[in-house]
Nanobody, 128 residues
Framework: QVQLQESGPGLVKPSQTLSLTCTVS??????????WSWIRQPPGKGLEWMGA???????SYATPLKSRTSISRDTSKNQFTLQLSSVTPEDTAAYYC????????????????????WGQGTQVTVSS
C-alpha cells in the first residue's frame, strides 16, 4: 500500500520560502506512469492543485503559482519537495501531497485530476 507523509515547518514568515517534503513508501516515485502532486486547502476554501512532478522528473505548476513554485525530488530517498517562495498570509493552508493517476477534461471542460493516495496533510501558517 502506497503511503505518503508530509513534513516541514508549520510556521513560515512572510516573504520567506515554504518548504515541505513528501516521503513516499510502498511505491517508487519513478514508477510509470504516476505523477506526484502538491495540493493545498486554505481555511474555509476548496482544494487547490499547486503542481506536480512526474515519474520521469518532469514538472508542471498551476498558472497562478508557477512563478513562485518549485517541485523537486530525491529518488534515493523516495521523496519529493515543494518550495513556495515569497509567501504571504494568503498562503496559509493545509498542504497535502498525493499520487496522481490520471488527468482529463470533464464534460464542462474543467481539468480534472484523480488521486488514489493522499498524505494526511500538514498545516502551514504564514505569519510574522
Amino acid at each position: 500500500q502506497v503511503q505518503l507523509q508530509e513534513s516541514g515547518p508549520g510556521l513560515v514568515k512572510p516573504s520567506q520560502t515554504l518548504s515541505l517534503t513528501c516521503t513516499v513508501s510502498g511505491g517508487s516515485i519513478t514508477t510509470n506512469y504516476y505523477y506526484w502532486s502538491w495540493i493545498r486547502q486554505p481555511p474555509g476554501k476548496g482544494l487547490e492543485w499547486m503542481g506536480a512532478i512526474g515519474f520521469g522528473g518532469d514538472t508542471s505548476y498551476a498558472t497562478p503559482l508557477k512563478s513562485r513554485t518549485s517541485i523537486s525530488r530525491d529518488t534515493s530517498k523516495n521523496q519529493f519537495t515543494l518550495q513556495l517562495s515569497s509567501v504571504t498570509p494568503e498562503d496559509t493552508a493545509a498542504y497535502y501531497c498525493a499520487r496522481t493517476v490520471g488527468v482529463w477534461y470533464s464534460s464542462s471542460y474543467h481539468l480534472v485530476r484523480e488521486y488514489d493516495h493522499w498524505g494526511q496533510g500538514t498545516q502551514v501558517t504564514v505569519s510574522s
